[in-house]
């Protein structure tokens, strides 16, 4: 079964340094592999998307991510956090041979401080 | 800005009683979605639609019921709320490509709906 899973409930980093969020996804096959953000109280935003092409890819706000096949994982990172980055991150699946269903993992709350 | 609207966005029930949440939507959208985020937990489906009339289970459908009669309204009921439905719900649209019809991935979300059981 296609699955996510978010090695991390909460990050904390100080502000300037480098942010690292990790995801590692279990597929049968190829996968398509996205991350969101949430900000307090909003819905969530898609942040990047891999879809078999390149695979680094960059997303908004300076963020991008690497997915690396050997290692079943796809890991989002920035290399300088800001304190708009505070927001709760998810990794996601689509399940294509479910109709597109998407299988969000369980969150990973980032905080900065200054 | 996908034009998603849910109401109400705050709501406090005792148990038992039913509870009905709207998504309105602008543009037309064919697939719409609702998933309630519980912590812990991340988001989990819980009906889809795929048109007028079209309704789908997703992994946490108990307790939920949903209704579409028209493209821009998406509507979940709790037919009797219980405690173990307070929780925060999103409705979402998905963009599918329109030449091979794939689901890109890329949800819009609303921003929410709380309900609290008590």
């Known amino acids: 079964a296609q699955s996510v899973t978010q090695l991390d409930s909460h990050v904390s980093v100080s502000e300037g340094t480098p942010v690292l969020l990790r995801c590692n996804y279990s597929?049968?096959?190829?996968?398509?592999l996205f991350w969101y953000v949430q900000h307090p109280n909003k819905g969530l935003q898609l942040l990047l998307k891999?879809?078999?092409?390149?695979?680094l890819v960059k997303g908004i706000n300076g963020f991008e991510a690497e997915f690396k096949k050997s290692e079943t994982s796809f890991h989002l990172t920035k290399p300088s956090a800001h304190m708009s980055d505070a927001a709760e991150y998810f990794c996601v699946v689509i399940l294509y041979n479910q109709g597109g269903k998407l299988i969000f993992g369980q969150g990973t709350e980032l905080s900065v401080k200054p | 800005d996908a034009g998603i609207t849910q109401s109400p966005r705050h709501k406090v029930t005792e148990t038992g009683t039913p509870v009905t949440l709207r998504c309105h939507q602008t543009e037309n959208h064919r697939y719409m979605y609702w998933y309630r985020q519980d912590p812990g937990h991340g988001l989990r489906l819980i009906h889809y639609s795929y048109g007028v009339k079209d309704t789908d289970k997703g992994e946490v459908s108990d307790g939920y019921s949903v209704s579409r009669s028209k493209t821009e309204d998406f509507l979940l009921t709790l037919e009797s709320a219980t405690s173990s439905q307070t929780s925060v719900y999103f409705c979402a649209i998905s963009v599918w490509t329109g030449d091979t019809f794939r689901n890109t991935g890329e949800l819009f979300f609303g921003e929410g709906s709380r309900l609290t059981v008590l």
């Open positions: 891999y879809t078999s092409a390149a695979t």
């Open positions: 597929s049968s096959y190829s996968p398509s």
